[in-house]
């Protein structure tokens, strides 16, 4: 049996055939696509299996996605721009940071020195080197994609093996504290205590599921090992060998840092915004009813399943919808731990970005992340009830009335653009200064 369809380029044997352009597919009784492509004078066989579904599926989404931009332009520019002011306002500022900080930290080999202290919590704990905790701590603090990003480096610089690098990125990954308790507890539950809470929650489970980690690929033994109980004077030295093997000048590596950390964070704010836009487009469409009706036989509260739908795509509007809903605290306690584990698809496509430049597999993480979402729903559960007690009337902490202009989202909100766009223009120097000249 054979039809006519089209397909993405695939590996080819040529051949000295004459034909017309032409693509046919033979469909044998074992499934296996075999086509073969003829344009002008030559004809080209493929040889292997293709999935033409999926190539269909890709196709249709993309001239799905182009058709909805044209028919909703103004929802899509709004959706675009309210992602683009959170990343030019919160993301890139106080991300920046931390990025810039963690290059320095690995350049000049203080990870590699921490490391070998840390080796003999990291491999009982996690079944990883040392040099994991660095990415642990870095990780929570300054939110994700950050984890990802050290152990992609640690992973190309040979500190980690691929299976150590799939059981860090597991578990690294997590929301910063600024977020919680800043945007989560105090600008949607106009409530600071809750962000303890949260933190407990979404923490906690972050360390339940790299202790599940450690069991993955349990037998396979690491070759790279850190010292077992160094000195302080052993770890100096270990810093020390690790910046003279590294060889790179001040300014250098303050180049590298500045350029590697913008590039990542301009790949950050394009899936923001673009996710955001998808959000929207879900919502105008009416698609976003089809994932309702699939959360509503899982005996979720009904309002629930719009927030829910939109935080597994993009965690920070599905949150603030979570928060607006008429729900009791609890359950919406519950939602947002479970958005905050899950990361959302949004952050989930940053990491996948971000390991697809190495040959550490995703799989491991995105599992890990359904595992986290239940384990920080039920923590915070089992929470709520040793908090309740101690919960007394209060006003709430956040008025928007009446906010204070010195709060660490007011500091954002005002310094965050001139700060994005001072360290976008410095980038561009420093790339215009290392250009090759003639």
């Known amino acids: 049996m054979w039809f006519i369809l089209w397909n993405k380029p695939f590996p080819y044997e040529r051949t000295n055939d004459i034909g017309t352009s032409r693509i046919f597919v033979e469909i044998y009784h074992h499934f296996t696509i075999s086509p073969v492509i003829s344009t002008g004078n030559c004809e080209w066989k493929g040889g292997g299996s293709i999935p033409v579904i999926k190539t269909i599926v890709f196709a249709v989404f993309a001239a799905g996605l182009a058709a909805a931009l044209i028919l909703f332009p103004t929802p899509v520019l709004t959706a675009s721009l309210r992602g683009l002011?959170?990343?030019?306002?919160?993301?890139?500022?106080?991300?920046?940071?931390?990025?810039?900080?963690?290059?320095?930290?690995?350049g000049f080999g203080v990870v590699h020195g921490l490391g070998a202290v840390s080796e003999r919590i990291m491999r009982p704990l996690f079944n990883v080197p040392g040099c994991g905790g660095f990415v642990w701590?870095?990780?929570?603090?300054?939110?994700?994609?950050?984890?990802?990003?050290?152990?992609?480096d640690l992973y190309k610089n040979g500190q980690v093996t691929k299976t150590e690098a799939e059981r860090l990125v597991a578990f690294t990954n997590a929301s910063s504290p600024l977020f919680i308790f800043g945007a989560?507890?105090?600008?949607?539950?106009?409530?600071?205590?809750?962000?303890i809470l949260i933190a407990l929650a979404h923490y906690g489970g972050g360390f339940l599921i790299g202790i599940m980690m450690r069991f993955y690929k349990g037998n396979e033994r690491s070759h790279i090992r850190d010292h077992t109980s160094p000195s302080l004077k052993e770890a100096f030295w270990?810093?020390?060998?690790?910046?003279?093997?590294?060889?790179r000048t001040l300014g250098k590596l303050l180049g590298d840092a500045v350029t590697k950390s913008v590039d990542t964070l301009l790949m950050v704010g394009g899936f923001i915004m673009l996710?955001?836009?998808?959000?929207?487009?879900?919502?105008?469409?009416?698609?976003?009813?089809?994932?309702?009706?699939?959360?509503?036989?899982?005996?979720?509260?009904?309002?629930?399943?719009?927030?829910?739908?939109?935080?597994?795509?993009?965690?920070?509007?599905?949150?603030g919808a979570v928060t607006q809903s008429h729900e009791a605290l609890l359950a919406q306690l519950v939602a947002v731990s479970f958005i905050l584990g899950f990361h959302g698809f949004s952050i989930q496509a940053q990491i996948a970005s971000i390991l697809a430049e190495t040959d550490i597999r995703f799989l491991p993480y995105a599992l890990a992340r359904c595992a986290h979402a239940v384990i920080a729903a039920c923590l915070i559960y089992l929470l709520y009830f040793l908090y309740q007690p101690f919960q007394t009337s209060t006003?709430?902490?956040?008025?928007?009335?009446?906010?204070?202009?010195f709060s660490i989202l007011a500091f954002f909100q005002q310094y965050g653009p001139p700060v994005t766009m001072g360290a976008i223009l410095l980038m561009i120097f420093i790339r215009w200064r290392a250009r090759p000249r003639n």
């Open 184 to 195: 989560v507890a105090v600008g949607f539950f106009h409530d600071a205590r809750l962000g």
């Open 137 to 152: 701590v870095m990780g929570m603090a300054s939110g994700y994609p950050a984890g990802a990003r050290w152990t992609t």
């Open 238 to 247: 270990i810093m020390h060998h690790s910046r003279i093997k590294d060889g």
């Open 275 to 319: 996710f955001s836009v998808l959000t929207e487009l879900l919502k105008q469409t009416g698609l976003i009813h089809l994932f309702t009706h699939v959360l509503a036989l899982t005996g979720l509260p009904e309002g629930f399943h719009v927030p829910l739908t939109a935080g597994l795509l993009e965690l920070t509007t599905g949150i």
């Open 395 to 405: 006003i709430p902490s956040w008025n928007p009335a009446r906010s204070d202009p």
């Open 85 to 106: 002011d959170l990343w030019w306002e919160v993301v890139f500022p106080s991300l920046l940071p931390f990025f810039i900080t963690a290059e320095l930290l690995i």
